[in-house]
Structure formats: structure tokens, C-alpha cells
């Protein structure tokens, strides 16, 4: 299977949680959406993400 094929059938998009979270909100985050990672990042709408 390619990384093609992969993003193809799982997509493309990018989840992120922000830089305080919880392990526990990391966890469930990740069984919400079915994936294994997680990008951190800020988020703040005025400024966009960092």
C-alpha cells in the first residue's frame, strides 16, 4: 500500500490539540477522531495557529 493510497482512504486532514491539554483530553481526541496523532499547536483565531 502506498502513502497515497493511505491518505486516500484515511485523508488528509491535520488534527490538533493545544499545548496545555491533558493526557486524558489527548486520548480522547484521538479515539473521537480514530487516529494516532496529534499536531500541538496554539490556537488563537486573531493571530492564527504557531
Not at 482512504?9 to 486524558?24: N, R
Request: contains cysteine; charged residues 25%.
Amino acid at each position: 500500500m502506498t502513502l497515497k493510497e493511505i491518505l486516500a482512504a484515511k485523508g488528509s486532514h491535520v488534527y490538533t490539540i493545544h499545548p496545555e491539554a491533558t493526557l486524558q483530553d489527548v486520548v480522547e481526541e484521538l479515539v473521537q477522531h480514530n487516529i494516532g496523532a496529534l499536531m500541538v499547536c496554539r490556537r488563537d483565531p486573531g493571530e492564527g495557529r504557531e
